[in-house]
C-alpha cells in the first residue's frame, strides 16, 4: 500500500507529521509519500534513521495554513501539500491522504478540486470515531454540512455504516440519530424525518434516537448527525472535559494532603488520559468523495499522525470507496 | 413575597421539595405555598420544626408523574399541581411557582392552559443558569423550541439580557450566540441571519459568536441557541463530565496507590464537585409567559429546591416579566 503524508499538516508542522510518517513506515512497512516543501522535509527526515523504510518526498511548493480560508485557498494555492497530495490519490499514485491540515480546506480541496464526490452522494461528510470504553464509535456528520437535509442524513447513516464494517470490521453496526431523547418524535424537524427514512426505507441496523449520555455509554455503532450539530457536540465533549481537567489539576493543587494524594495517584490520572486521548485515533475519513482522505487535529503529535496512517489503511484495505459507490442507493 | 412550590415535583417527591421548602422559608423568611395532596405533605411536613415559619398548603389531586405525556397532561390532569400552582400565579396569589417536575409539561401547562404567553413573545424559552468560575451564565433556549426561526432567537436574546440585568444584577451582560466557531458565517442559516439582528438591530451588548468551550471560560453572559441546539450542548457538557468522573473513580480503584491517592485527595474532589453541581442554582426560570416559573431539575434534593426558590425570589424581585412586556419590541 502507498499513503500520501501532508507533511506541513499539523500545527506543529513538520516534525509531527514527518515523525509519524516515519512511525508508521517502520511499524507497517508500507510506502509513504511525504508531501511538502522538499528542502524542509529532507532536513527533517534526516533526524530520523530511515534506513530500509519505503519513504519518497513529493515536492509541493505552498502550504494551506491553518489561518487561510478554506474557501478562497483551493484556488489561491493550486499547488499547495493538500491539491498535490489528493492529487496523488486520484491519480493512482497512492491509495489514501492523510493530512492534520486546516479542516475547512481540506474539505473544499478535495471536494471542488482534487476527488470531487462520488456522483450518488448529495454531500460528502466528516466523521470523526470517538473511543468508547474500548471500542470505536463512528460519528457522521461532524462539520462538512449544516442545514443537513434529511436525504443527506440518511446517506451519512449509510457511509457510516460502510465505514464500520468495512473499515472497522465490526459485523451489524448500530446506527442511531443524534438527538435529544430516544423517544421518536425528539429532536428537530429534519431529525425527525429522518428517523422515519432510516426504520421505513434502509437495510441498516437502526436502533433510533441517542442522546450524548448514551453515545459516551456505547448504545450506538455509528452516530449519525447535521454536520452543526454533530460538531458542536464534539466540541461540548472536549469542551467540558477540558474545564473539568483544568479544574481537577487546579484543586489537587490547593491544598498538600490533596497534592500527595493526586501524585499518588498519578497511574490513574494516565489511564484515564489514555482512555480518552483522541490521538489514538488520530484521524477519520471525509466520507464521499473519490479517494480515501484521513483528517487529523491541527494539535496532532507523531503518534497521531502514526495512528492516522493506520486509519487511512483500514479504510484502504475495506475498500470503503468502491463501497459508497456501489450501495449507496436506498430504494424507496 | 409569596412563592408557590410544587411538593409533587420532583423524582422523590414529596421529601426533597418538602425538605427546601422548608429550608427556603426559613432562610428568607418568605411566605411559601405548598402545592399537592394535602394528606402527604401534611405528614411531610411534620417530619419538620415548622414553627413560626409561613408555610401553607394549597391542595391538589392531581400529580404530573415524569412520564406524563406532556402534550395530554395539560388536559387529563387539570388539577395536578402544576396547574394549580401556576394558576396561584395567574390570580395574583403569588408571585412565582417553582416545580422539579416534568419539564415538557410544565412547559405545556403553563404556555397553553395557564399562564399563557406574554403576547409580544413570539416563543417562550426555557433557560439553563450554568455557574462558570463563579460567576452565572444564562443559557436560552435550551429546550422548549426546536428550528428556531432567527425572530425568535433574537427574543430569546433579549429576555436573557433582561433576567441577567434584571435578576442576577449583571451591570450590561455580553450576549453571544452559540456556534461551532468564533467567526461571523459559522453556524447554520439561522445563526447567521441571528447574528446580522442582533448586531444590527439590537441594543445588546453583542460580542458575536461564542463555542461551547468558551461557554465554560465565561466569554458570555448569555448564550442564545435554538433551544434542541441548547440542549444537545448542555447534555452533551453533562455527559462528558459524568463519564470522565465514573472513568477517574473506576481507574482510581484500579490499584492500591491510586486508591490511597484518591482517598488523600477527597476536599480536592468535593471542591470539583461544589464547583460543578447543578443543584447549587437549582433552577432557571421560564421566560416569555405572565408570570415567574422556575424549572429545576428531576433529580432535585432539598438544596436544589431551596435554591431554586432563591432563583424565583430574584426573578421577582428583579420584576423581569414586566421588563419582558415591556421591553421586548426590536424595531427594524
Redesign the interface.
Known amino acids: 500500500m502507498r499513503i500520501a503524508v501532508d507533511a506541513m499538516g499539523s500545527d506543529n508542522y513538520p516534525s509531527p507529521d514527518v515523525e509519524g510518517a516515519v512511525q508508521a513506515a517502520r511499524m507497517y512497512s508500507d510506502e509513504i509519500l511525504l508531501v511538502g516543501d522538499r528542502e524542509t522535509v529532507e532536513t527533517e527526515l534526516k533526524k530520523h534513521d530511515i534506513l530500509g523504510l519505503k519513504i519518497t518526498i513529493v515536492h509541493a511548493s505552498e502550504i494551506v495554513e491553518m489561518t487561510d480560508k478554506p474557501s478562497v485557498v483551493g484556488k489561491t494555492k493550486p499547488d499547495s501539500s493538500m491539491h498535490i497530495g489528493m492529487n496523488l490519490v486520484k491519480d493512482g499514485e497512492a491509495q489514501a491522504f492523510v493530512t492534520a491540515g486546516n479542516t475547512g480546506a481540506a474539505l473544499t480541496i478535495a471536494m471542488l478540486y482534487t476527488l470531487h464526490r462520488i456522483p450518488a452522494v448529495k454531500r460528502p461528510a466528516l466523521s470523526s470515531i470517538i473511543r468508547v470504553h474500548g471500542n470505536y464509535v463512528t460519528m457522521v456528520d461532524i462539520?462538512a454540512n449544516?442545514?443537513s437535509k434529511p436525504e443527506w442524513m440518511v446517506q451519512f447513516a449509510l457511509m457510516g455504516d460502510i465505514y464500520a464494517r468495512k473499515a472497522l470490521k465490526l459485523e451489524r453496526p448500530r446506527v442511531a440519530l443524534?438527538s435529544?431523547g430516544e423517544e421518536k418524535g425528539k429532536?428537530?424537524?429534519a431529525i425527525q424525518e429522518t428517523y422515519e427514512i432510516l426504520q421505513a426505507y434502509t437495510h441498516l441496523n437502526f436502533v433510533g434516537n441517542i442522546?450524548?449520555?448514551d453515545?459516551?455509554?456505547g448504545k450506538g455503532d455509528v452516530v449519525v448527525s447535521?454536520g452543526?450539530?454533530g460538531?458542536?457536540?464534539v466540541?461540548?465533549?472536549?469542551?467540558?472535559?477540558?474545564?473539568?481537567?483544568g479544574?481537577?489539576r487546579s484543586?489537587?493543587k490547593?491544598?498538600p494532603?490533596?497534592a500527595?494524594?493526586?501524585?499518588?495517584?498519578?497511574?490513574?490520572?494516565a489511564?484515564?488520559s489514555r482512555?480518552?486521548d483522541p490521538f489514538e485515533i488520530g484521524g477519520a475519513p471525509l466520507l464521499g468523495v473519490n479517494g480515501v482522505v484521513i483528517i487529523g487535529h491541527g494539535r496532532s503529535n507523531a503518534q497521531a499522525i502514526r495512528n492516522a496512517i493506520n486509519q487511512a489503511r483500514l479504510a484502504v484495505s475495506g475498500d470503503i470507496v468502491q463501497s459508497i459507490r456501489d450501495d449507496l442507493i436506498v430504494s424507496r
Open positions: 462539520g449544516t442545514d443524534l435529544n429532536g428537530n424537524q442522546e450524548p449520555k453515545i459516551l455509554n447535521d452543526f450539530i460538531n458542536i457536540t466540541k461540548s465533549f472536549e469542551a467540558f472535559g477540558s474545564a473539568l481537567s479544574l481537577i484543586e489537587l490547593r491544598d494532603i490533596s500527595m494524594g493526586g501524585l499518588l495517584a498519578r497511574r490513574a490520572f489511564r484515564v482512555q480518552i
